[in-house]
């Protein structure tokens, strides 16, 4: 079985191009730095709600944009994510498996016990600093969304940060990016 090498992880000096070219048999892992980090399997519940969004993403949708789940998000040239659910523009080739930040006006993550810190806090601000315009944070247990856009306020770090837009346990309704009213019923388990 695959495991990326120790001398290379201690280095931090992994690429996206690294990345691309990881046997079919690699594990599912991120990019972070220069380190490839493999992310833990989801739960049944998680998993379910990343469907049911996704579902209802197509069903929703405009027709100029697309959703799509775990699909990788290039950051930059040693840092790489996969949001749970994303929504990106049309155009861009099915055999693609990263896509670039601009091509991205969604990403979504699905907190798990596991991913708290990391979907709370790190990813959100990854995504800001990469320029994705919209971020949806889904609590579970019980389900409650937190959509967020890109705003003006500048963070610590520099970069721009998301600023909340809305959030609910029943429902969602938002002009941007698209005119939404979901029912968060709609994708609970």
């Not at 690699?26 to 469907?51: I, K, M, N, W, Y």
């Not at 896509?99 to 699905?110: K, N, Q």
């Amino acid at each position: 079985m695959w495991q990326p090498d120790p001398v290379r992880q201690q280095r931090a000096d992994y690429t996206v191009e690294d990345l691309l070219r990881l046997p079919d048999d690699a594990p599912r892992v991120e990019l972070v730095d220069g380190v490839l980090q493999v992310t833990p399997s989801p739960t049944l519940g998680h998993q379910s709600v990343s469907f049911l969004l996704t579902r209802w993403l197509v069903q929703h949708a405009p027709a100029g944009l697309r959703a799509a789940q775990a699909v990788g998000v290039v950051l930059s040239a040693n840092s790489s994510r996969q949001p749970d659910v994303l929504l990106h523009r049309a155009g861009v080739a099915l055999d693609r498996a990263h896509l670039s930040p601009a091509d991205v006006v969604l990403a979504v993550e699905i907190v798990s016990p596991g991913t708290r810190r990391t979907d709370r806090f790190t990813r959100p601000g990854e995504y800001a600093a990469a320029g994705i315009p919209y971020y949806w944070r889904i609590e579970l247990d019980p389900v409650h969304v937190y959509a967020y856009r890109l705003g003006g306020q500048i963070g610590p770090s520099g970069d721009r940060q998301y600023e909340l837009i809305t959030d609910s346990a029943e429902l969602v309704e938002l002009t941007e990016p698209f005119e939404t009213k979901l029912a968060v019923d709609e994708i609970t388990p």
